[in-house]
């Protein structure tokens, strides 16, 4: 499995951006999708995921409400619109997929992903 993201870039605060990641490969039908962050400095994060129906989604505290996250199964892409950007949210976006039978996204935050893409740089200015 393949994964490439893409859409980063330099924002000013308040901002948007809407990350995209594209996955090739065989996995699962009922995979999950999701965005974690890895800030300078930091540890890896989560930020969001998807499971494959799109009825459930989880976000970090930090983010919800000003990121949605999105899939298309059809292109097996996932997608993050990313507003009111924040200097926080300065860091190299990975997206992934949880493999597997998977009804709730949640899933992604406790266990992680089991594929990763190489990442796209989101920098925010203030």
């Known amino acids: 499995v393949q994964l490439q993201a893409c859409g980063g870039g330099l924002v000013q605060t308040g901002g948007s951006l809407r990350l995209s990641c594209a996955a090739s490969g065989r996995t699962f039908s009922k995979n999950i999708m999701g965005w974690f962050r890895r800030a300078p400095g930091k540890e890896r994060e989560f930020v969001a995921a998807i499971s494959w129906s799109g009825t459930s989604t989880y976000y970090a505290d930090s983010v919800k409400g000003r990121f949605t996250i999105s899939r298309d199964n059809a292109k097996n892409t996932v997608h993050l619109q990313m507003n009111s950007l924040e200097p926080e949210d300065t860091a190299v976006y990975y997206c992934?997929?949880?493999?597997?039978?998977?009804?709730?996204?949640?899933?992604?935050?406790?266990?992680?992903?089991?594929?990763w893409g190489e990442g796209t740089q989101v920098t925010v200015s203030s």
């Open positions: 992934g997929i949880r493999d597997g039978d998977y009804v709730v996204a949640l899933s992604a935050y406790y266990y992680g992903m089991d594929y």
